[in-house]
């Protein structure tokens, strides 16, 4: 179908969201009413009017390709290899604490660990910042030492897990802003399908990316 086509069987709100190009803007609708349409379309009207890239995939997929060109700068290999099954997760997990004071407690409750450190990425939490995060001093210095021997045993592995993907592509680009720069000049419009699932992480790695802020608009 032709993008001509495609819009002109869009209602009058839907075609106000595919031709606002100028604002950050959020569309709320129900399941069912059009919003991935709209957001296609979208697509459609702005890609030939644009010398830039599109990139469609996932946060992860794009993270995993920013950090293979750029991950150098923060001592990222190119070649790295990504975890994301959650049993290979635990047997790093446990690898990395097997010589620590924290072994047993790894083992019995690994599950819940990993679940803390989950936690802690999606805030961008490092292991130095993790007592911060946690009420109980004695437990915070725990979670502390084990998140920070499990990032070193993916960092000898070479390998990240798909939360480490956002974490380091966020430390990326607020460490070096000359990178994020190139990407808002690649990338000038940023078009997210099923925002509601947006995480606490994914929002703050595209706010930073993009260099503005998401407003509401255009319910329909």
């Known amino acids: 179908m032709s993008y001509d086509a495609a819009y002109q069987e869009l209602n ?16 709320l609708a129900g399941p069912g009413s059009g919003k ?10 702005l890609a030939p009017g644009m010398e830039a890239r599109i990139f469609i995939g996932t946060f992860h997929a ?3 390709q920013v950090l293979r060109q750029h991950g150098s700068h923060i001592g990222i290999q190119s070649n790295f290899t990504i975890y994301n099954n959650e049993d290979d997760r635990k047997q790093i997990l446990h690898d990395a604490t097997k010589t620590t004071p924290h072994a047993t407690t790894v083992r019995q409750n690994d599950k819940k660990v990993l679940e803390k450190i989950d936690e802690l990425m999606y805030r961008f939490a490092t292991p130095e910042d993790t007592p911060n995060y946690i009420q109980d001093q004695e437990q915070g210095k725990q979670y ?3 998140y920070h021997a499990y990032e070193k045993e993916l960092q000898w592995l070479n390998a990240l897990d798909f939360n480490s993907l956002l974490v380091q592509t966020y430390r990326l680009i607020t460490e070096y802003p000359a990178i994020a720069e190139r990407y808002r000049r ?3 419009y ?7 699932d947006t995480n ?7 706010k930073a990316l993009a260099g503005t802020t998401f407003k509401p608009g255009f319910p329909f």
């Open 12 to 27: 009058e709100t839907q075609r106000y969201a595919v031709d606002c190009q100028d604002n950050a803007a959020l569309v």
């Open 36 to 45: 991935t349409k709209v957001l296609t379309t979208r697509v459609a009207i």
């Open 62 to 64: 794009f993270c995993s």
């Open 144 to 146: 502390a030492e084990i």
């Open 186 to 188: 690649s990338y000038p």
């Open 190 to 196: 940023w078009l997210i399908d099923e925002f509601q």
């Open 200 to 206: 606490t992480a994914q929002y703050r790695l595209v």
